[in-house]
T-cell receptor, first 111, second 111 residues
């Protein structure tokens, strides 16, 4: 069945470092792909999304490109801040009500 | 914000008591979801609804029931709470682009 795999973490970086969180998926057809972020004590917030191959989602300096040839949707940011410390979830949606999340990657950014 | 509220935000109850959690949306979306989030398990789908009085089970539905008598409200009931149901519960809605938006969560402790 459809699934999402992402690096488990935790990931610890210094402020202004480059961030990559890997996400790969297994799916039939043409799913939509998402990154969500969860700050401590809060619900998940949509960070960015892409609905078809080669689409790039971007928000708040984060980017991810829907790569059908490598079945990937890696999250990147050029210069992380302490305020980016959170848990990041990759997710996949298809066929209307179907939605699956990765296990989440905890990011800690040190000043 | 996507216009989703959950109540209560925190609840402590005793084993064997019934508990009802409420999710309310102001967006008039058809699909609504209940998830639980536990360390080491990520997000797991409990039940979802695809319209008034139309609901279906998710992967961890045992011990839970739901009701949707109005588009805006989706109730999750634990008929007889157990300690294994201590968790953080999130409600979500899905828009017509397959994007899910989450409520702030309810932290439930069953003693």
């Amino acid at each position: 069945g459809n699934s999402v795999t992402q690096m488990e973490g935790p990931v610890t970086l210094s402020e202004e470092a480059f961030l990559t969180i890997n996400c790969t998926y297994t799916a039939t057809g043409y799913p939509s792909l998402f990154w969500y972020v969860q700050y401590p004590g809060e619900g998940l917030q949509l960070l960015l999304k892409a609905t078809k191959a080669d689409d790039k989602g971007s928000n708040k300096g984060f980017e991810a490109t829907y790569r059908k040839e490598t079945t990937s949707f890696h999250l990147e940011k050029g210069s992380v801040q302490v305020s980016d410390s959170a848990v990041y979830f990759c997710a996949l949606a298809w066929g209307g009500q179907n939605f699956v999340f990765g296990p989440g990657t905890r990011l800690s950014v040190l000043p | 914000d996507a216009g989703i509220t959950q109540s209560p935000r925190h609840k402590v109850t005793e084993t064997g008591t019934p508990v009802t959690l409420r999710c309310h949306q102001t967006e008039n979306h058809r699909y609504m979801y209940w998830y639980r989030q536990d360390p080491g398990h990520g997000l797991r789908l409990i039940h979802y609804s695809y319209g008034v009085k139309d609901t279906d089970k998710g992967e961890v539905s045992d011990g839970y029931s739901v009701s949707r008598s109005k588009t805006e409200d989706f109730l999750l009931t634990l008929e007889s709470a157990t300690s294994s149901q201590t968790s953080v519960y999130f409600c979500a809605i899905r828009d017509n682009t397959d994007t899910q938006y989450f409520g702030p969560g309810t932290r439930l402790t069953v003693l």
